[in-house]
């Protein structure tokens, strides 16, 4: 029998994220900041429900555009705000807007991608845990980054948010030492 983390529980749809996704790392900056995003949609709720609505999300937001997000305004708010498929929270939506014009002063100036990997010096940092209750929901790490972000102008990127996010896109590697992914990512 395969070892895996155990935070996805039996959901076969949860499995294959954590599978073939989760830690993997990830140097696309659009990709970066949409799955920031969706971690930002996520608080106050469980991953399973963002992951459920991920395709919704990616049409409702022109595929995670940040140019063009980063154009919208009242208007695109009250369409999104509209849509049952998505998570329809003011706040986070116009959050989404900010957050995509911040990303492009950031992409402008030195590249998202290579913003967030600094946080890192480049490469994923690899945990070492045995069980999920080891496991931080913030590091020294994540705070100075979730500081630095929103210095720069973002909101719902708390350090649990970011952390999250992190261990989402390989910046860290978190899955459990007996996991069969830990020394695949």
């Known amino acids: 029998m395969t070892q895996r983390c155990g935070w996805h529980g039996d959901d076969p749809f949860y499995i294959k994220y954590h599978d073939e996704e ?37 049409e409702a937001f022109q595929g995670f555009d940040p140019k063009i997000i980063a154009g919208w305004g009242e208007e695109d708010v009250a369409r999104l705000l509209a849509d049952a498929g998505i998570i329809r929270h003011r706040g986070k ?63 719902f990127c708390g350090p649990t948010i970011v952390y999250a996010w992190m261990q989402a896109c390989g910046l860290v590697n978190d899955h459990l030492t007996g996991c069969f992914r830990h020394d695949e990512v």
């Open 22 to 58: 989760w830690g993997v790392p990830e140097y696309d900056s659009r990709a970066l900041w949409e799955k920031l995003v969706l971690d930002g949609f996520q608080a106050g709720l469980s991953w399973i429900t963002i992951l459920r609505k991920r395709e919704n999300f990616r």
């Open 93 to 155: 939506i116009e959050a989404t807007i900010g957050n995509a014009r911040a990303w492009r002063e950031i992409e402008a100036r030195e590249g998202f991608s290579e913003y967030c990997w600094s946080f890192v010096g480049g490469t994923p940092i690899r945990g070492s845990f045995e069980s999920l209750e080891e496991v931080p929901a913030q590091t020294e790490i994540s705070r100075a980054f979730s500081k630095d972000l929103k210095q720069r102008g973002f909101r």
